[in-house]
DNA sequence: TATGAATGAGTGTTCATTCAT
DNA sequence: CATGAATGAACACTCATTCAT
């Protein structure tokens, strides 16, 4: 049931943002009343807040568990493919995550500090490109700059692939990644 | 007139986003009344619309008379230093900028199809990227994703300095981005 | 158990009013669930009905017994001093009965109609200075209106009383009350 | 407007209380929209605190006026008389009043303390009664306990004669209260 | 019979939009 | 043309009541 309401928040909250979108028709989606929505999550907000957290720590999660170990240029390999495939997965969680990334994480409930969580998943991740840097495998170059390069570009390019924009395969975004960040991060000579 | 008003907007919009932005308060800023802003834009939509517009059509032409007749290496340089200035100077509308991607230009009017015209600015600018493949300097990648990739890590880690998540200077957003671009991107025998 | 949800009913009407009272916090005051509650009681409206009710002719027998059979004078002694008493010990419907009588009971059940009741329980009890005033005893005055005095004058310093606004003794209270009244009423010479 | 609103408010809150009254129905009322009614009272709270406030004042007003520099045994004829006619004039606010009494003032609004406003009220006019026990005409009692004994006595009186409960006519009820209490309070030798 | 999850009607409040002055 | 008061549609949220278990 809090499954069901979390599923139907996901996908109108994805069509119709936060604002647009009306408990009603959440409600209806679910199959469920609006009071019952109620009896789950103290208000909208709440709802909304809890459909992103959900997602971001599976995504999270994901990407964690993929990168664990790795040596640096593979972990970059791995997070790429992880990325992408999460986002193919999650079309509707994508649409959300790419409004939220613009109105950085506006929305932030008191159980769960969205903006906060974005800081440490980059900090963290950006660990990768140290390690590569210590390594001198990579460039020297700001870690979390790097890393916010390659998600950028990945959700830029995917989100208009996933948009109809472009006609590309999800496979040609990850290659295209790939070849242009880790040529361009590899510390030649 | 119509430029306070347009200025204004921007500023509301930009602190506020479309929905919690009130029209009495851009009215407030502007020195006008409710009315008048109602004599200039049918709506509240239309009035956001032309605010994009306005400031996308700047940034176009920016960025087309900076680029226009560089050679492809240059002009991606060309490029990058054009947009980063921008968004530099123009940090509110960098705000609104960053929603309606999110959004996929959701708010689209009549006058002014926003998505349609990204989606040209994308394949006109994707041209320049094509141009240097076709010479051979750069290696053989989807222009258009090429080009989405650059703009994305572009915009996303200059989103993440403006909103003081990273402490870097825009001039290293630069050599950051071109670093890693240029080289990924070059054709290396 | 009737009993325990007329008693945790009593309790919180009294404390929020008819309209912010929860049923679900009387049930969980009387340890029972919602839906017990609503096999004994039609409604909210019953249920409030119902706790009045109940009190009303507690009060009213408790008063109709000490005043069965005494004289007039004596009588009225008696009700004043049972009326405080029990008011005394019932703090909590005191607050409801206040309420109410401000709304004039308005809150009529098809079982028990308050306003109704509350006529005859006046027309009843002036009885006692119709009595007294037949016997020469009292004054000729309109004996409803008597008795309405006697009785707002006490429910009134009473309720003040009650809520810590002046600082009186409940014992005073009679007194200054019968002082007043009794003297006022008899018919000298 | 304001006053058409006040009015509007002043009858609907009279007929149905604060809680069945409907913001909907006071703006038909009034004949204004709901939206104007929110221009001049922040909410239905305020409204009703409003209501209240203006009257309140009105009334303190006449009955200070009337009291002011009467020796202690008029002043009181002339308070009963005042209070009187005032409610007789303003049945709606009378109903309101026996409302918020019986509800100790719950609604108290960050302008106007309601509870507070009465507890001075009484305690200015009971001077009234103290003036007259220091002179040695009345007899030595609390002095605000026989105020509320006076005003108790007066509303309840009068308030089951404005719902028709009692037949007796304002006059009567004056002389009623006036020829009880002022006897039962002179001091006599 | 008891439970308490589910229901959904009902309403205060906001604010884009209009239009009389 | 400019104003800003007036409008009223729209929606989140509550809670008395129901009913499957």
Same mark, same amino acid.
């Given at each position: 049931m809090k499954d069901r309401i979390l599923e139907a928040a996901e996908k109108v909250f994805s069509e119709k943002g936060f604002y647009d979108a009306k408990i009603s028709k959440i409600a209806e989606l679910a199959n469920v009343s609006v009071g019952t929505i109620y009896?789950?999550?103290?208000?909208?907000?709440?709802?909304?807040? !809890?459909? #992103?957290? $959900? %997602? +971001?720590?599976?995504?999270?999660?994901?990407?964690?568990?993929?990168?664990?170990?790795?040596?640096?240029?593979?972990?970059?390999k791995v997070y790429v493919n992880t990325v992408v495939d999460f986002f193919s997965r999650e079309r509707d969680f994508f649409e959300i995550f790419m409004m939220e990334l613009g109105?950085?994480?506006?929305?932030?409930?008191e159980r769960f500090n969205l903006s906060e969580w974005y800081r440490n998943y980059v900090r963290k991740l950006s660990r990768v490109v140290e390690?590569?840097?210590? !390594?001198? #495998?990579? $460039? %020297? +170059?700001?870690?979390?700059?790097?890393?916010?390069?390659?998600?950028?570009?990945?959700?830029?390019?995917?989100?208009?692939?996933?948009?109809?924009?472009?006609?590309?395969?999800?496979?040609?975004?990850?290659?295209?990644?790939?070849?242009?960040?880790?040529?361009?991060?590899?510390?030649?000579?």
């Open positions: 009896r789950f999550y103290r208000s909208k907000e709440e709802l909304y807040g !809890e459909v #992103i957290k $959900k %997602k +971001l720590l599976e995504m999270e999660k994901e990407v964690e568990e993929a990168v664990e170990g790795k040596e640096p240029l593979e972990a970059i109105s950085s994480f506006i929305i932030d409930t390690r590569g840097t210590e !390594e001198g #495998i990579f $460039k %020297k +170059l700001n870690p979390e700059g790097v890393f916010l390069l390659i998600s950028g570009a990945l959700a830029n390019i995917d989100y208009f692939r996933l948009k109809g924009f472009i006609d590309v395969k999800p496979e040609e975004v990850k290659e295209l990644v790939l070849e242009v960040v880790l040529t361009g991060l590899l510390n030649r000579k």
